[in-house]
């Protein structure tokens, strides 16, 4: 840890930077903040031009190393989306200040008055893949909410990230605000990400946003407090009530819609009641949706054109064109199922019987948790938090969609008139 | 990680076993809680005799050790030591149930129906020292919030914990409770201790209780997401408008009422223009309190049979007889001094100027800041929460006093009629 080499002192110069403005966004009123967002916007449109031509050279970069054309898709830039980024920074000015609101307050028998009140996190770690629209993304949001943030993003899009990180930084700079409320490791060695990692003493809270792998990486590796967000292995559940139509178009809208989000249906669970006659309808459904079906022994007993699926098919996450199908014999087996092997993001129940409704509310252990609805509607703006940085995973701090309240803590203000303790 | 060794398998036992249980408790309602809480009240009393020879085990291991009386004091128990934890158990029957509480509820434009009710955290792994008492303290809060517990305790206490966690599994069991609502680590082995601190898969969060050492090797090895606590190196500031006599006040009874708590006060940020008047009143009461003083310069000029305070001074949570001092230019100064120094648990002001304590109140980055009262109050029970798992001082999740709601997380509930999302 005390290696004072070039990159720990690269590290450490950022890490101090951050601190250092940490203590100027912390007191940063709203109207500054949203005065700061405007100017920031109207940057990244003037600034296009030399945006654009820095996407081109990850572009090339990217063509050269041989990367799919689904992948050149994410990394590209075009006016359009450069305006589009824009205009996210301006709809996060609309949104309230989550900084600031006294969330309780009470007075002791002693005399202390204590205040609860929200607080900017501090200096926010991001890391991240390669869309460069999160890196104009994540700076609104977590300015907004009075934090700091250093980003690390994928070596893909460095030389994109980096232009559009020096717009927004020449920006603050220039019109008074501190610039440095948004850093940028500049670096595309594994070895930095590790210790960037394990900045405790400079950086809060780190959220990998991307892929399980990434994920797992900042699990693994961080000694900082660490957000997971993102993996979906989501379970729709046809309960021997259900309505079958119904059933039919929530399994098409959660399974089809888009394929690889973390939200998109990757399982099925059907109760055996209701399997002879839902399940031909459900599999002519996505059979013609272009979705693979796997199923367990007796749903191959009602379609016999499908391939088995073997246990680890029920904890994948497929982000692809398949999904797969189980029988159970009742509520209690499917709840037992889903608990087993989702990975505790979003399911659906389809049914038409209260008590079951409520049983799988209560007993199924996920973020987010439906009665008949499309498991795709596990986003910040579906529901109407106006953001959204993440979708936690996990039950600590924050759970399911994360908007600009979950980019905050908390502290307790405390005044007295010279109490002492007895 | 998928060597199946014999310490692998225990531990994946003990995981599997929690996370069966954790789907009864889950669901549990509060007048059963609140039953089961008594009976192991009543039978800790009843069960005194075999808790206190097993305790006896520990103390002649413990002498044969060395171990120093003032530790030996911590691992002895006795009838009335025994009793006060099971009052403690009777204490949380009767505190709010934080389980199941609509926290927001709100209908979206598409007539989704969306509600946030807090759910059990899960399963709690907690690791602590040698007090046994904390064996009962962390069953009693963990398993009124819904949580299933996994106990790791000291070595030196390992005997007592474990008649102790008899004792209560006995009676859930006995009782036709879910015994595995409390699982106990029976080993003294370091390394099944760090394979703990990495079992993801069953564990939900890790709260580490004791020094600093152990919250070091808890955040250094965890991959579970932790929730750090304890160590306070907390500062109390005397502005250039204190009343002197009142921070005389604060002081003694912040530094002096308890050494060793993580809330007293380890250094002291005086003002240079009260600094002539104040130093030497605040010098005499410690010293008549037996507190040696480590001052910077200019504090030395003031008192000088004082010893010079190191740079590391400064960083030290002495949790002894021990404080540090050092005079200021201005506030900014203070809390500038205070934000790098500090481990961001508990800071007070002393002053009668109310813009220099909102100021304070508001740029002082710490869990609990106070206005013109002692450090000591940063507690559970103090803040009226009935109860108290630790203080946390990270920011994710939690921060101070955590009681019983702060061992909760909060899920989504989704009423629909067919949404499929556009």
Chains 1, 2 share one sequence.
Do not use: W
Not at 84 to 110: K, T
Not at 223 to 245: F, K, R
Request: proline letters at 2%; a negative charge; one cysteine or more.
């Amino acid at each position: 840890m005390e290696i004072f080499d070039e990159k720990t002192e690269y590290l450490e110069g950022i890490g101090k930077k951050a601190r250092r403005a940490e203590a100027v966004m912390r007191i940063l009123d709203t109207e500054k903040k949203n005065e700061a967002l405007k100017l920031c916007a109207k940057a990244l449109t003037d600034n296009a031009d030399s945006i654009l031509s820095a996407n081109e050279e990850d572009l090339i970069t990217a063509r050269e190393n041989g990367m799919k054309e689904s992948m050149i898709d994410r990394l590209k830039l075009t006016k359009e989306r450069i305006e589009a980024m824009a205009e996210g920074l301006i709809q996060v000015c609309d949104l309230p200040d989550p900084v600031g609101h006294v969330l309780e307050s009470f007075e002791r028998p002693n005399g202390l008055k204590i205040e609860r009140v929200s607080v900017p996190l501090g200096v926010v770690g991001i890391i991240y893949e390669s869309r460069p629209n999160v890196t104009a993304d994540a700076f609104a949001l977590t300015f907004k909410s009075g934090n700091v943030t250093v980003l690390k993003g994928g070596s893909d899009a460095i030389k994109s990230n980096g232009a559009i990180v020096k717009v927004l930084r020449q920006t603050l700079k220039d019109n008074g605000f501190v610039e440095d409320a948004l850093l940028f490791i500049d670096s595309t060695d594994r070895a930095v990400t590790t210790a960037f990692m394990k900045m405790n003493r400079y950086i809060d809270v780190l959220i990998p946003r991307g892929g399980a792998g990434l994920i797992r990486a900042a699990v693994e590796n961080a000694t900082i407090p660490v957000i997971e967000t993102g993996t979906g292995n989501c379970h729709v559940y046809v309960d021997e009530s259900a309505d079958c139509d119904m059933a039919v178009k929530i399994i098409h809208n959660a399974k089809t819609q888009r394929l690889g989000v973390c939200n998109a249906c990757e399982s099925l669970v059907i109760h055996e009641k209701i399997a002879d006659k839902v399940i031909p309808m459900i599999c002519a459904d996505l059979k013609s949706a272009g979705i693979e079906i796997r199923g367990d022994e007796k749903t191959r007993r009602i379609i016999d054109d499908i391939k088995a699926a073997t246990d680890e098919d029920y904890y994948t996450e497929y982000a692809d064109a398949i999904i797969s199908v189980c029988i159970v014999g009742s509520l209690s087996e499917a709840i037992e199922h889903i608990n087993a092997h989702s990975t505790h993001h979003s399911e659906a129940i389809v049914t038409n019987d209260e008590a079951s409704a409520e049983r799988f509310l209560n007993e199924v252990d996920s973020a987010a948790v439906y009665v008949n609805a499309s498991t795709r509607f596990t986003d910040g703006f579906e529901f109407g938090f106006g953001a959204e940085i993440g979708i936690s995973t996990q039950k600590l701090h924050a759970r399911g969609p994360m908007g600009l309240r979950e980019l905050t803590s908390y502290k307790f203000k405390i005044r007295g008139t010279g109490q002492v303790r007895g």
